[in-house]
């Protein structure tokens, strides 16, 4: 059950991730926010 949740609670942050990174890249179109947005993220 704490295997289950701890799993699901993994994938939530992958696809929330994901969806960041994604929504970063489509909102900023020139290349010096996108690097300075990854720098941040990740």
Known sequence: MVRTRKLLVGVVAVLS???FGGAV?????????????????C
């Open 17 to 19: 991730l994901v969806g």
């Open 25 to 41: 890249q489509a909102a900023s179109a020139d290349s010096s926010t996108q690097v300075s947005a990854h720098r941040w993220c």
